[in-house]
């Protein structure tokens, strides 16, 4: 083999950079490969919040407890958890947190206020305490590499159009105007690379993982492809899967995954290529039919590195005067629940017409809401572009959408009742401290925040369809982060975390950060696991 090194990392989103980050300060020499020209993968542009379950921090009354946690997250995960990973995660989380914060710049905070996804279930929080914020990050203090880091143009992240959340987030903090101050993914991203290239480990870029190395029953290497060619790299103590979902695959998906998937707001690396090194050994698999589901829009041209764009729809389906239907004109769901919730709604199949009948939905939004809301980057008073379906009545904007009138004017009739009784019987939003929080926070009430009357013409419509953040499924591991085989017994030198790994929670998304939390705990435990057996 050519470069040797105790421990190869694939991957730099938040498991790869935080199983570099732990073997490296183990005292383990540490080879980081990223297949993009830019490190960071998803994490980077991400809200870049760490779910912690359970912690003794003391900005927090009541800190969540170890009970509590695994309560909440049963209670969600209809039957698919893996109860043995769920622990180790739950337990491990805040001194994986704690071990970044030692070895990096990064400090975090609790996010205030922001409740769990389904907060009034047992052991849910609805007055937050889970969500925590890495610290803002001065990418100055990256030299050469403060550009080699993974960002979406004219959007800050893949949340959405909403840099409002940027703003809930931090307020109005001031930062020093000669600093390049980032906050959410891109500090989280920022402040990790720091830590390692400040161990004396440099990540390369553009070497795209396309086999493992196995001898006498035991993984020690992997194959690159780079500019130059194939590279051969030794790893002494292990290979460290951390590649990302497989969303950007339309094979795979098409393949593994439960329903329709037809937007990732990833950026397009994403093709699985853990996990079909993983499957040539023999992996079991775990979780395939599950994703990190959002709801998306696409707007007319958008496109990022050649690949059509999605983005995520949030705010704009959560404030009042928005209400999402099918081409039946029906509602058929909470729009102002979290988004991966959603994913189950919008996979509904209509066995009768072998169809699935909310595959495209569409936002419906009124003049007021227009005129009130920064709506998909429209500000309050602009007009609407061409590309949105505009009706001077209900009737005219379903000609405009092929949505079914009759079906349209019921349920904006019987919604407006609802809401003049600040009530939704069908589908509870506005009983949620969640769909609150991303409700109008200048109403008085929680049902108002997110209910209001569609009333005041035109009308507007915008496509909506089933995305999502990331794929949840992959090769299934043991506690340490080891690569079972389809017996159930460890891959020898290999080992998954992140979206390259099955996902430990299952269905289950407990709060902001819950693809996070588990990542940079899985990545630890992995490089811990690798260093303690090799290096």
Request: glycine share 14%.
């Amino acid at each position: 083999m050519g470069e040797s090194y105790d421990v190869v990392v694939l991957g730099t989103g938040a498991a790869g950079l935080s199983a570099a980050l732990t073997a490296a300060a183990l005292g383990a020499s540490v080879g980081v490969f990223e297949k993009s020209e830019k490190v960071g993968g998803t994490t980077a542009v991400s809200g870049g919040i760490p779910w912690i379950p359970a912690h003794n921090r003391p900005d927090v009354p009541e800190p969540p407890t170890v009970e509590e946690a695994l309560t909440y997250l049963r209670a969600q995960g209809n039957g698919k958890l893996d109860d043995e990973l769920v622990e180790v995660y739950v337990r491990g989380a805040e001194p994986t947190i704690e071990f970044i914060e030692e070895h990096t710049p990064i400090r975090f905070t609790v996010a205030a206020g922001f409740p769990d996804y389904k907060p009034e279930l047992p052991g849910g929080r609805p007055q937050g305490g889970r969500s925590f914020n890495p610290s803002p990050f001065d990418f100055n203090d990256l030299g050469e590499w403060s550009e080699r880091v993974n960002t979406f143009p004219d959007d800050w992240s893949n949340v959405g159009f909403d840099a409002e959340t940027r703003e809930r987030m931090w307020g109005d903090a001031a930062f020093d105007p000669d600093a390049d101050i980032r906050v959410t993914g891109q500090a989280l991203v920022g402040g990790l690379l720091r830590g390692v290239l400040d161990l004396g480990v440099e990540p390369r870029t553009e070497a795209r993982a396309v086999r493992l190395v196995r001898d006498g029953g035991r993984v020690n290497g992997v194959v690159l492809e780079t500019p130059d060619g194939e590279v051969e790299v030794e790893a002494r103590a292990g290979v460290i899967l951390a590649t990302g979902g497989f969303e950007w695959d339309p094979e795979m998906v098409k393949a593994f995954l439960r329903g329709p998937m037809n937007g990732p707001v990833s950026p397009p690396n994403n093709t699985g290529d853990g996990l079909r090194m993983a499957m040539r050994l023999g992996a079991a698999l775990g979780n395939m039919g599950q994703a990190w589901w959002v709801p998306v829009v696409k707007l007319p041209g958008d496109t990022f590195r050649g690949k059509e764009r999605s983005r995520s729809v949030r705010l704009e389906r959560s404030r009042p005067r928005s209400i999402i239907v099918n081409r039946y004109g029906r509602r058929f769901a909470n729009e102002a629940a979290d988004y991966n919730s959603l994913g189950g709604p919008f996979h509904d199949f209509d066995a009768n017409r072998m169809e699935f009948p909310n595959i495209p939905a569409w936002l419906v939004i009124d003049q007021t809401h227009l005129d009130t809301y920064d709506f998909l980057g429209v500000k309050p008073g602009e007009p609407a572009p061409d590309w949105f379906a505009t009706g001077a009545t209900l009737a005219d904007l379903a000609t405009a959408t092929g949505i079914d009138p009759d079906g349209l004017a019921a349920t904006v009739e019987a919604w407006n009742e609802n809401v003049d009784a600040e009530t939704d019987p069908d589908f509870h939003r506005g009983e949620s401290a969640y769909d609150a929080f991303w409700g109008d926070p200048t109403k008085p009430t929680r049902a108002a925040a997110t209910l209001g009357r569609l009333d005041t013409g035109p009308y507007y419509a915008i496509p909506v369809d089933i995305g999502c953040m990331g794929t949840k499924g992959g090769p299934r591991t043991d506690a340490d982060g080891r690569v079972l085989d389809v017996d159930d017994a460890p891959i020898d030198g290999l080992y998954a975390a992140g979206n390259a790994m099955a996902g430990p929670t299952g269905m289950a998304y407990g709060g902001a950060g819950g693809t996070i939390g588990p990542a940079i705990v899985f990545g630890h435990r992995s490089a811990r696991h690798a260093v303690g057996t090799g290096a």
